[in-house]
C-alpha cells in the first residue's frame, strides 16, 4: 500500500461515527480521533465548525503529502465510498461485477435517502418536546400520545416495510449464493453496501428496544442473523464499540489507533 | 450513441420524479411516463409496488435488448449516477477532474442526507397531523402552535444554515472562475451535483413560500441567481414542469416523450 495520509476523524457521540470508525478498522488503518460531547443537547456542538462548515460529525480529514494536500470529507456514504476506491485496493469490500457497483451505490444512496427518515423522525420527535411557555401545559401532558400516533401511522410501518423488504433481498441472496449461510447486501461478501447499513439496520432499528416488534427473529430470521456476523460480530466493530466506549469512559480525549503498532 | 433501452418513468405527483424527468430531458433521451395519482394520500398508491418493492417513485425502468435485460433503478441520487455514466458519453454533466468527481458524490450525498432531512420533516409535520378521535381537542388546537416550535428551533435555523451554506460554495466557484456570471457546484458547468440539488433547493426551498424569509435574494444572491439559470430557466426544466402539467391536467394518462421525433 502507498504511503498512508494522516487521518483524524472528528468524533461526536451519538452519531453515525460508528459507521466511519467500523470502516477504517475494516480497512486496518491508522488514524486519530478527535472527539466532541453533546453536552447533553440535541445539536452538534459549536467547535465542529472548525472542521468543516456544517460542523456535524463523522467528519474526516485527510492530510496527504503530495498534490492533494488536505481532504475534508463529510457525508457517510461519500465518505464510504471514498475510502474504499482509495484505500482497498485489494478489493475486500468492492463488488467486481458492473451488477454489484450499481448495487452498493443504490445501497449507499437507499440508508439515508429511504431507510434514514423514519429513523430521523423518531429522534427528533422524542428530543424537540415544546417547552411549556410555548406551548399549555394541556398540550404537553398529550404529546407521548401525539409520539405514539406518529409512531403508528408512519414510523413503525415504514420500518416493518423496510425491514421486510431487507429480509426479502437477503432470502434471494441466499438463493443466488446457493444456500449460503452467511450472504451479505451485494455479491458474495460484506460491501460498502453492508457498512452503509449497518448504522440504520444494526445500531438504530436493531440496538432500539422500540422496535423490537419489528425486529423479531421469527419475523426477520436472516436480517436479524446478518445484523450479528455483518455487523456486531465483525471484530472491526467491536473495536470500533470499543473505541467510543474509552472515549466516553477517558473524558473525550483524543485517541490514537495504530493497527499495525501492536 | 449506441442503441438506447426502452425508457419508462413511474411517476407520482408531488415527488422527486421532476428530478428525474428533468435529467432525461438534459440527456436528450426517449422515454414513456407512466404516472399515478396520490389521491388526495401522503402516502404512494399500492399500484407502484407492482413496479419496486418498495412502491416509492420515482422508479425508472430501463429494457436492454442484450444480457442485461431489464434495470429497475430507485433512489435519485443512484439513478442520476447510472444515467449520467451510461448516457452522457460526451461528459456533458460528468466531472472530469478527480477532485470534481469527489465533489460531485458528496452533493449526491449531501442532497438527501442533509439538506433533504428538515424538509421532509416540515413536509410530514403538515400532513401527519393527528386525528380527533385518537388525541383531544385541545390538542389539534395548539397543534399550529407546536408547528410553529418545530420550524422556530429545528426547521427554519437548519434551512437557513444550508441555504448560506450552498451560497458560500458559489461564492468561492465565482472566485475560482474568475468571477464568472454563471457559476455551478462542481467545475464550469452544469454536473449531476446540481440535477440533485435542484429538488431540495429550487423546488422545495425556493418554491415554498413559508422559507421566503431563507431565500430572499439579499441573504443568498447566488443562490437565488443559480435557481433561475441552472434550474428554473434550463429549457429541460422547462419541458419537465410541462409534462407535469399535462399528466395532470390530462387526468394521468401515459405519456411518450420523443426527443428527436418533434
Chains 1, 2 share one sequence.
Not at 465518505?79 to 475486500?92: P, Q, R, V
Not at 463488488?95 to 443504490?106: F, H, I, K, L, Q
Not at 410501518?157 to 444456500?179: A, D, F, I, V
Request: charged share 30%.
Amino acid at each position: 500500500m502507498p504511503s498512508q495520509p494522516e487521518i483524524t476523524l472528528y468524533w461526536l457521540e451519538s452519531t453515525r461515527c460508528i459507521r466511519i470508525l467500523w470502516l477504517l478498522n475494516e480497512l486496518g488503518l491508522d488514524y486519530t480521533i478527535v472527539p466532541y460531547d453533546k453536552k447533553g443537547s440535541v445539536m452538534a456542538p459549536k467547535e465542529l465548525y472548525q472542521h468543516h462548515p456544517l460542523g456535524k460529525a463523522p467528519i474526516l480529514e485527510l492530510k496527504y503529502d503530495d498534490e492533494r494536500g488536505n481532504i475534508t470529507l463529510v457525508e457517510s456514504g461519500h465518505i464510504i465510498n471514498y475510502m474504499l476506491k482509495w484505500f482497498d485496493l485489494e478489493k475486500k469490500f468492492i463488488p467486481v461485477t458492473e451488477e454489484g457497483e450499481r448495487s452498493m451505490d443504490y445501497f449507499l444512496h437507499f440508508a439515508e435517502g429511504t431507510m434514514q427518515p423514519p429513523l430521523t423522525y423518531q429522534f427528533y420527535l422524542t428530543r424537540l418536546i415544546p417547552e411549556s411557555k410555548q406551548l399549555p401545559e394541556s398540550f404537553r401532558e398529550n404529546y407521548a400520545k401525539y409520539q405514539e400516533y406518529i409512531d403508528e401511522v408512519y414510523t413503525f410501518p415504514k420500518l416493518e416495510e423496510y425491514s421486510l423488504y431487507l429480509e426479502k433481498l437477503l432470502r434471494e441472496q441466499k438463493e443466488k449464493n446457493g444456500g449460503a449461510e452467511k450472504v451479505y447486501f451485494v455479491e458474495d461478501k460484506l460491501t460498502g453496501a453492508d457498512l452503509a447499513l449497518g448504522f440504520e439496520a444494526a445500531t438504530s432499528l436493531f440496538g432500539n428496544p422500540l422496535y423490537r416488534h419489528i425486529t423479531d427473529p421469527k419475523r426477520v430470521p436472516l436480517l436479524a442473523s446478518w445484523v450479528k456476523y455483518a455487523v456486531f460480530d465483525r471484530p472491526a466493530y467491536k473495536e470500533a464499540v470499543e473505541a467510543e466506549k474509552s472515549i466516553v469512559d477517558g473524558g473525550f480525549k483524543v485517541l490514537k489507533i495504530d493497527q499495525h503498532g501492536h
